[in-house]
């Protein structure tokens, strides 16, 4: 084996392999690729074939991924690699997450380099973002070992499509995720993304109530598919029932892309119709992204609902939070704070790792 040894496989009696990172499953003969493209059977063991390659790397706001609870106004150094373990039509990053060319991946770069170079630019935070983090969950992990070394968190932005053998190890890495839950329907998984709802809604239960990972959760709302009412209030009561009121939600706009190119954008109307459902079904923290609404961007205390944290577009400016507490009535806030708002704004900085 040339590559990367990955784990999270098993040969079966016919004598291929069977990779159980992701609910696929994918059963694989030699020289195979999986569904992802990025795990092969090589020599009868499975490889990653991405491991110390990225497409790129460069700091944003953490606001931007979206977090808005995990320290807000800080920095993060985002990167990806290549493939992904879902089909989604309406993918906003295919150029990456579909790539069979290779030298996309332009960037060597070993778990420490990334760890270092964080350090060095003052990011508080990695982000694996761009493509899914689970279909490199090796490196991903790696690199996760070297940032806590350095005091640097580690973030996922992730659709939570893992097996119960993977996902223990995976998130017991991460500080933060912020994962997409797509819809509240199956018939829209498997006709859109090519997979299934439930993996995800276990991958949700499992973060919230198993690990200390900071949840955020973000769904993309595209009209006629799942910009319904009752969707809204189904996949909303689950959260407030399932993971509770404090779990951040961001609803954000479609903008036609890939093989959704002829559908029309989201309105902001509907974004706000959703939101409004969620805050009627308890949940304390709803925002809409892909669309500005300054009242929808901000966060307010859940208990006397006072502006906490003023923001216009990734730019802050009231900051009324001092450990982790509103400042006007003391109450709580779920979340990850400083008692200082971070000043990175909404620069957003590419850089190239190897120089």
């Given at each position: 084996m040339s590559g990367y040894a990955g784990r999270y496989w098993q040969t079966l009696p016919n004598g291929k392999i069977r990779c159980d990172l992701c609910p696929r499953y994918c059963t694989l003969g030699t020289g195979q690729r999986g569904f992802c493209f990025v795990r092969q059977n090589v020599d009868d063991q499975l490889e990653l074939t991405t491991y110390n390659r990225s497409s790129g790397f460069c700091i944003d706001p953490i606001e931007k991924k979206p977090l808005n609870h995990f320290y807000p106004g800080s920095s993060v150094l985002s990167f990806g690699t290549a493939g992904c373990n879902l089909g989604c039509k309406f993918c906003q990053n295919w150029s990456m997450t579909k790539s069979r060319e290779w030298d996309k991946l332009m960037e060597p770069a070993s778990p420490r380099r990334i760890a270092n170079t964080c350090k060095k630019y003052?990011?508080?935070?990695?982000?694996?973002?761009y493509n899914d983090p689970v279909i490199f969950a090796e490196y991903a992990m790696d690199v996760a070992d070297a940032c806590r070394d350095t005091?640097?968190?580690?973030?996922?932005?992730?659709?939570?499509?893992?097996?119960?053998?993977?996902?223990?190890d995976f998130f017991s890495k991460m500080d933060a995720a912020n994962v997409d839950l797509k819809a509240f329907s199956d018939r829209f998984y498997r006709k859109l993304t090519l997979s299934s709802l439930q993996p995800v809604l276990d991958t949700l239960e499992f973060i919230r109530h198993e690990t200390n990972t900071w949840l955020e959760i973000?769904?993309?709302?595209?009209?006629?598919?799942?910009?319904?009412?009752?969707?809204?209030?189904?996949?909303?009561?689950?959260?407030?029932?399932?993971?509770?009121?404090?779990?951040?939600?961001?609803?954000?706009?479609?903008?036609p892309d890939f093989r959704m190119k002829d559908y029309p954008g989201t309105s902001l109307k509907t974004l706000l119709t959703a939101r409004e459902i969620g805050l009627s079904n308890g949940l304390s923290h709803i925002y809409i992204g892909n669309v500005y609404d300054p009242h929808a961007s901000n966060t307010y205390c859940s208990g006397c609902g006072n502006l906490l944290i003023e923001r216009r577009g990734y730019e802050l400016g009231q900051y009324n939070i001092r450990d982790g507490r509103c400042l006007y009535c003391a109450e709580t806030c779920a979340g990850h704070f400083e008692n200082e708002a971070g000043t990175w704004g909404s620069k957003r900085l590419p850089i190239r790792i190897s120089r």
């Open positions: 003052g990011c508080g935070s990695v982000a694996f973002t005091d640097i968190k580690t973030v996922a932005v992730t659709a939570g499509y893992i097996t119960e053998k993977a996902r223990s973000t769904t993309l709302v595209i009209p006629g598919e799942n910009d319904s009412d009752r969707e809204f209030d189904l996949l909303t009561s689950w959260i407030a029932e399932k993971l509770g009121p404090d779990v951040p939600l961001h609803f954000s706009a479609f903008h």
